[in-house]
């Protein structure tokens, strides 16, 4: 039988390569419902090709947009907005709800897809960072199945398959390092958005690029290990490995270490969330170890890169913390993009952010929501404090 999936981000650089995949396997899946932001030429072609049962786009203008462009009978089956989101995310005839939505607009159609029964394909990081136990709380009440799309998370739950959970030491995260891994700190205070989108290894979209060159994407990834695979933050080391090869390992008790290695495509950790415990052969060129050549680690500098650091702050003081410096990073992020702040002040506006900000317990989504809210406005000033002169 064909797997029913639904995509929230599908013109995202995950959603494009998750119905990459689709097509190839189309007798295993089929796509019931996208969730689209403001692309609208590219979310045409999607329904055209893949022919969806409902669409959801960001705004109410957009929609009217779209019901022009789309043959009669479209009218009732387009939404918009967090309702839209949630409509595709609960859609009846999904299976599993792929999470590519990038930023905490992911949180609530994730968690409704979640209370609906929904098995989830996750790569929205930002929905475990922000609520991490009540999401998995919930996980485990409603038995769905919650997979990772993130190569890193995806390497560490096949690691995992070697050993007992009471067996690991710790688990390793690797990252590459970004664009800026042998500049001093100096050079950062220079860099522009350009260089920071040009990751070496992938080819990401913009907010995760950036994330990437001050590796905070890291520390995000830090927390999400921490409620993902229920292990403490002592216990979650991240290494640099430029050569992005080697995408994670679990080291047991024993003194073993598992890793999982693979070329740097998404379409592997996807086409794995879609089809576990199957593998499919997948149109890629295999990893050709000789023309690898070094494969490299080290610890990362804390100095240079201290929004690695804050975020193992964060993942400690638990509660709305974790929301709180999320939600100041994609403020920073958006200011330095728009060429507002440079690129140092972007741990600097989330580190304001957090110390000005009272922390309490995350009992519901809407005090994380509320914490979320409450950090955007905070990090919008503190990031005009630091605005670069004309």
Known sequence: MKKSISILGSTGSIGRNVLE?????????????????????????????????????????????????????????????????????????????????VGANGLLPTFAAVEAGKNIALANKETLVMAGRLVMEEVRQRNVSLYPVDSEHSAIFQSLAAGRKEDVAKIILTASGGPFLKFDKQQLWEVTPDQALAHPNWDMGNKISIDSATLMNKGLEVIEARWLFDIEPEKIEVLVHPQSIVHSMVEYLDGSVISQMGIPDMRIPIAYALSYPERFKIDLPPLDLPKCGNLSFHLPDFSQFPALELSYEVCKMGGTAPAIMNAANEVAVAAFLAGNIRFPDIANVVSKTIERLPKTDANDIQTVLDADLAARNEAESVAGSLAVSA
């Open 21 to 101: 995949v689709i097509k190839q396997f189309p007798e295993r899946f089929k796509v019931a419902a996208l969730a689209a932001g403001q692309n609208i030429p590219l979310l045409l072609k999607q329904v055209e090709k893949f022919s969806p049962s409902i669409i959801s786009v960001a705004n109410k203008d957009l929609a009217g947009d779209l019901i022009q462009s789309l043959p009669a009978g479209w009218g009732d089956k387009i939404f918009w907005g967090n309702e839209g989101n949630i409509r595709v995310s609960t859609f009846p005839d999904t299976d599993t709800v792929v999470s590519a939505i």
